[in-house]
């Protein structure tokens, strides 16, 4: 140590224990006046806040107040008696609008087994009245498009007004403007053609091609008065096919008719016998066309206007495939325990 240093050193030392005397003497003074209590001095107090500023914080939040004690929390805790609350009832539910509406217009159709939810699905009653007051309207108007479809386009001409309910028991054939509604536009028109073809089919002047697969219709207006040997024959605008007007068959080719008369009056009485076993006049409305029966079963169609009918007693078709009881009271198939007329196959039941 310098002579320097040792001087500022020593001088230090002496300013410092002045001071420490000098703060002893105001402590006793202090002492004597507050009764022997001692008041931390300036120094006691930088002491203190130092030892204070020395401890661990804690990770929590801490007071501003450093000197204020607060005290200690009860370790012991308690648990109170905790009421549990009454279940609320549970409020119920109002289906809305459009879930009603739902639950109402739910409906399966018979046919394709969908379950459909909206009502315009499903024809309106009011549509088919007949229908609705003998049964449920089950089948949706897809099906019963399909339907329609399918009956002009198997039976040709000979549907009009013969379009049946696809619901068996029900009876009831479609009317022109239900056809109309529920058909789909080439459906309607074909079966419009065919209903204009059967309205036509009432004149005298009317044919209908005879020719299997052909339908087509026309107006033929004999020429001389059905006097020349060809007068009378007409040939189907559609296909061709020469047919007889007068005696409405295929034509006779090499005879006129008064030939043709004639064969057939001087034939023979067995073959009179024989016509009269074998052929059958249609029972179609207007028709009255020869049918001869070749083989095949008992379920008769005509070809030239599409009636169908029992062979053995003439009734309809679209009856007596419902129910027995359309049958002729003399009818063999009337009876419960007869078979089926899709079942006899023979020109005669004998044969069967």
């Known amino acids: 140590m310098g002579l320097g240093q040792g001087l500022f050193w020593g001088a230090g030392k002496l300013a410092a224990d002045r001071e420490k005397d000098q703060e002893q003497q105001q402590q006793q003074q202090q002492r004597l006046s507050n009764g022997g209590h001692l008041t931390p001095t300036r120094s006691d107090q930088r002491a203190e806040e130092v030892r204070v500023q020395a401890r661990p914080r804690s990770a929590g939040r ?20 905790v009421i549990p609350a009454r279940p609320q009832p549970v409020a119920a539910t109002t289906p809305s609008a459009g879930d009603e509406q739902m639950l109402e217009f739910a409906r399966k159709c018979i046919i394709c087994t969908e379950t459909y939810t909206n009502i315009d699905d499903f024809p309106p009653p009011h549509i088919l009245p007949e229908c609705s007051t003998h049964h449920s309207m089950d089948t949706c108007r897809a099906c019963l498009t399909k339907h329609l479809e399918t009956q002009v386009g198997s039976k040709e001409a000979s549907i009009w007004e013969q379009l049946p309910c696809p619901k068996p028991d029900c009876g009831h054939f479609y ?81 006129s008719c008064e030939k043709y008369d004639s064969r057939r009056q001087s034939g023979v009485e067995e073959t009179e016998l024989w016509l009269a076993d074998n052929t059958k006049p249609c029972p179609g409305p207007d028709c009255r066309v020869t049918i001869l029966k070749d083989g095949g079963c008992w379920h008769m169609t005509c070809r030239s206007c599409m009636f169908e009918f029992c062979w053995n007693c003439l009734a309809d078709w679209s009856k007596i495939g419902v129910d027995r009881k359309w049958h002729k009271p003399d009818c063999w198939f009337r009876d419960e325990r007869a078979p089926l007329l899709t079942e006899v196959v023979g020109n005669t039941l004998e044969e069967a």
């Open 62 to 81: 801490t007071t501003s107040h450093r000197f204020q004690t607060r005290p200690r929390a009860s370790t012991t805790t308690t648990t109170p008696n």
């Open 175 to 255: 009317t022109h403007e239900q056809v109309r509604c529920l058909a789909d536009a080439d459906t309607f028109a074909l079966y419009d053609e065919y209903g204009l073809q059967n309205i036509l089919a009432k004149r005298p002047s009317f044919r209908r091609c005879l020719r299997p697969g052909c339908g087509n219709g026309q107006s033929y207006e004999v020429v001389g008065g059905g006097d020349s040997s060809t007068s009378n024959k007409m040939e189907c605008s559609a296909c061709g096919f020469a047919m007889c007007f007068k005696h409405q068959c295929p034509w006779h080719e090499g005879l």
